[in-house]
């Protein structure tokens, strides 16, 4: 694995299918663990609170790795089952512990937040996460050592 990267990376993108709302996005890569805040910001609104969203902590299972483990933290009903899911497949890419908090609000989107829009938007989430995160993502064949197998 690559050594950390000393500051956050921080970026916005558009919110898919909304036409003046963006998706912040701040992920810290450490040694032994990836954390990754979200939240949505529309235009107009930059300067007001945004309520805290969901907390879930998740990790890759060695006896199962196709279904890593996850806990939750912090729950707000109306973002967990985005931000768990989020965790286990940026914890299953990676095979790290994944910390990730996330308040995105679907309010402002075209239909105000169907499954589509949310799937469109974890989707673009996981594509931005995992680019940045090509330096720290582990072979599946990896051993715990950090050696690959032959």
């Not at 919110?15 to 954390?35: A, E, G, M, N, Y």
């Not at 594509?127 to 995160?133: A, N």
């Amino acid at each position: 694995m690559e050594e950390a990267v000393d500051q956050p990376i921080q970026l916005s993108f558009p919110l898919p299918r909304s036409l003046d709302t963006k998706i912040h996005l701040r992920l810290t890569i450490k040694s032994k663990v990836i954390i990754l805040f979200l939240t949505t910001v529309a235009a107009g609104e930059e300067d007001q609170a945004v309520p805290m969203g969901s907390f879930v902590y998740a990790l890759p299972d060695k006896y199962n790795p196709s279904q890593p483990l996850s806990t939750t933290i912090y729950s707000v009903e109306a973002t967990l089952e985005f931000t768990t899911r989020l965790a286990k497949i940026l914890a299953k890419k990676t095979q790290m512990p994944v910390y990730v908090g996330n308040s995105i609000s679907f309010a402002n989107t075209g239909l105000g937040g169907t499954v589509e829009e949310e799937m469109e938007a974890l989707k673009r989430v996981v594509e931005i996460s995992l680019d940045k995160l090509q330096d720290v993502i582990k072979s599946p064949n990896a051993l715990l050592n950090g050696a690959g197998s032959s």
